[in-house]
C-alpha cells in the first residue's frame, strides 16, 4: 500500500482538459479584475490529469471495504446496497439547486414529495403525524423524547426517568441523558426478551416512557408488545419505538398498531441512503395524535386553494410545538432517496425486502450455529447474535475472528454489541445478498472456527492480505494525522 497524497502527484502545467484557442482578442486578467480581488500567489491545488485522478481515487477506494465492493453484515447498521439509480434521481437539478429560502409556490414539487414520504411513512408505521427534520437515528430519539417531555408537562405532571432494556442500542441511553431525562436500565429474560415483571417492577409514576428497540437487538421480535404496552400507558407512560432498522417489518407489521406513541426511522439504512463514515442521514419521527401538538415546526401540509388545486405549505401555527430541531427543513437529498426507494419498491415491493432480510438472517444463523455460539435460540428478524466465548476458550477473541474476516474481503459484522452477549457478533446480511454471497461468508466464518482449532495464531494475527493490519484505534482516534508522509 503505497499511494502518494494528489498534491504529490501534481505536476506543473499539467491539466484534465484542453480547451480551443480563444477567438476573441485575449486581455490580461489584471486588465479585468480590481487589483484588490487579485491573488497574491497561485491556490495551492494539484495539477493533475483525468487518468491521474480517477486512477488516484480508484486505488484509494480499493484500499477500503464498501457496500459496492463486497458484503457487509454488520448488525444494527443495515448496510444494504443502494440503488444506484436514487443518486441519481437526487441530484436532478430540479431537487439540486433549491434554495431553502425560495418561497413555497416556486418549490411545490419538494414540497410534495416531502408530504408523500411523510404519508408513506406513517402508512408504514402506523402513526397518525410526522416530521422529516432530525438528521439521523440519535437525532430522531432526541426529538422524540423531547415531545415526551413536552407531552408530560402539558399534562402537569413531571416525570423524569425512560426505562431501557439491557439490550438497546447505546444511542438510546445517551439521547435519554441529552433531553434531561435519567435512564433506568431493566434486564432482558431468558430469551432476550423484555421481561414483564422486571418492568412492572421498574414503573412508577416518575417514569416518562419505556424506550423500546423491536425487534431487538438481538434481532428478536417482542412477542409480549401488547402486554408491555399496556403496562406502560397503564401508568400513565408512554412507549417510544427506535425504529432505526424497520428492515423486519414493512408491510408484515406496524409500531402504530403495537401501542407505540412516538417511533423514529433511519432512513439512510432501511430507506436506502448509503452510510457509514459520517454520511448524510435522516430520522423522521412519527407519532400518535396524543402527541402531534409538540411535533417541531414547519410540517410540510396540504390544502385545497380557491381553484380546489392542492397546494402545499409549511406550517408553523403549532403552538404547543418543541421548536426547530434542524435548520431549515432536514436533509433533503436523503429524502427523495427514500422516496424513490419506497415508489421503486412499492407496497408488495417492501413487504419483500423485509422478508428476505428475514430469510437471509435466519439462513446464516442455522448454518453457523454448529459452529459459534447461539445464545438466543428461535427464529430470528433481519439480524441475529452469535457468541465467540468458544473461540475465546482456545484463546481467540472475536475481536480476532473479526479481523481475520477482512481477509475472506468480507466487512466484520458489529462486535461487541449487544453488550448482554459476550464476545457477541452481531449480524445482518440485509435482503441485497444473494445464495451465493451468503454462502460465501458461511465458509469463511466455518473455515476461521477450523482454523481457531487448528492453528490460532492465524487468526490472532490476522488481518494478514489488507493494506495495512492492526492498527492502533486509539491512537487513530485521538492523534488524527490525515496526511500519509509528514
Ligand atoms: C443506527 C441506530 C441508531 C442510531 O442512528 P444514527 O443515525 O447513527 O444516529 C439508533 N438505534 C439503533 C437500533 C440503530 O441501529
Known amino acids: ?5 494528489i498534491f504529490e502527484l501534481s505536476s506543473e502545467g499539467r491539466m484534465g482538459f484542453s480547451l480551443p484557442p480563444v477567438d476573441v482578442p485575449e486581455m490580461k486578467k489584471e486588465e479585468l479584475i480590481p487589483q484588490d480581488f487579485l491573488r497574491k500567489e497561485p491556490p495551492a491545488l494539484p495539477e493533475v490529469s483525468e487518468v491521474d485522478v480517477a486512477r488516484h481515487f480508484i486505488r484509494l477506494s480499493l484500499f477500503n471495504h464498501h457496500v459496492d465492493k463486497g458484503f457487509y453484515p454488520l448488525g444494527s447498521c443495515t448496510m444494504k446496497y443502494n440503488p444506484k439509480i436514487n443518486e441519481t434521481l437526487s441530484r436532478l437539478s430540479g431537487f439540486l439547486n433549491l434554495h431553502p429560502l425560495q418561497p413555497e409556490d416556486t418549490i411545490q414539487g419538494a414540497l410534495k414529495l416531502m408530504f408523500e414520504l411523510g404519508e408513506y411513512l406513517k402508512e408504514i408505521s402506523g402513526m397518525d403525524e410526522i416530521t422529516l427534520q432530525p438528521a439521523a437515528g440519535a437525532h430522531g430519539e432526541l426529538t422524540g423524547l423531547l415531545m415526551i417531555n413536552a407531552y408530560h408537562r402539558r399534562n402537569k405532571q413531571l416525570r423524569s426517568q425512560i426505562i431501557i432494556p439491557d439490550s438497546a442500542h447505546g444511542t438510546n441511553p445517551a439521547s435519554v441523558v441529552t433531553a434531561g431525562f435519567s435512564a433506568v436500565q431493566i434486564k432482558s429474560n431468558e430469551r432476550g426478551l423484555v421481561d414483564l415483571e422486571e418492568l412492572k417492577k421498574a414503573m412508577n409514576e416518575d417514569v416518562a416512557a419505556l424506550m423500546l428497540t423491536n425487534p431487538n437487538t438481538l434481532g428478536l421480535f417482542e412477542a409480549q408488545i401488547l402486554e408491555i404496552s399496556k403496562v406502560v400507558h397503564d401508568s400513565g407512560g408512554l412507549l417510544y419505538m427506535d425504529g432505526a432498522n424497520l428492515n423486519a417489518m414493512m408491510g408484515i407489521a406496524r409500531p402504530g398498531d403495537m401501542g407505540f406513541d412516538v417511533v423514529h426511522f433511519n432512513l439512510h439504512k432501511t430507506f436506502s441512503t448509503p452510510h457509514g463514515g459520517g454520511g448524510p442521514g435522516s ?6 395524535e396524543s402527541l402531534a401538538p409538540f411535533l417541531p415546526v414547519p410540517l410540510v401540509v396540504k390544502r385545497e386553494n380557491k381553484k380546489r388545486l392542492e397546494e402545499y405549505h409549511f406550517d408553523y401555527k403549532r403552538p404547543f410545538s418543541i421548536g426547530r430541531i434542524h435548520g431549515f427543513y432536514g436533509n433533503f ?7 424513490a ?7 408488495e415491493g417492501l413487504r419483500k425486502v423485509s422478508e428476505n432480510a428475514i430469510i437471509n438472517a435466519n439462513y446464516l444463523k442455522e448454518n453457523l450455529k454448529h459452529h459459534y455460539h447461539l445464545p438466543y435460540e428461535g427464529p430470528c428478524q433481519h439480524e441475529f447474535v452469535l457468541s465467540g466465548i468458544n473461540q475465546k476458550a482456545k484463546g481467540v477473541q472475536t475481536l480476532d475472528v473479526a479481523k481475520r474476516l477482512l481477509d475472506f474481503g468480507v466487512h466484520a459484522p458489529t462486535v461487541y454489541f449487544p453488550l448482554i ?3 457477541a457478533l452481531m449480524i445482518e446480511p440485509t435482503e441485497t445478498e444473494s445464495k451465493e454471497s451468503l454462502d460465501e461468508f458461511i465458509d469463511a466464518m466455518i473455515k476461521i472456527a477450523q482454523e481457531v482449532e487448528e492453528n490460532p495464531e492465524v487468526v490472532k494475527s490476522a488481518p494478514h492480505d489488507t493494506p495495512v493490519s492492526r492498527l492502533d484505534e486509539a491512537k487513530a482516534a485521538r492523534e488524527l494525522n490525515v496526511r500519509w508522509k509528514e
Do not use: D, T
Request: hydrophobic fraction near 40%; avoid cysteine; glycine fraction near 14%.
Open 1 to 5: 500500500m503505497s499511494e502518494k497524497l
Open 283 to 288: 430520522g423522521p419521527v412519527g407519532v400518535k
Open 333 to 339: 437529498g436523503v429524502m427523495v432517496k427514500a422516496y
Open 341 to 347: 426507494y419506497i415508489r421503486q419498491n412499492g407496497a
Open 421 to 423: 452477549v459476550p464476545e
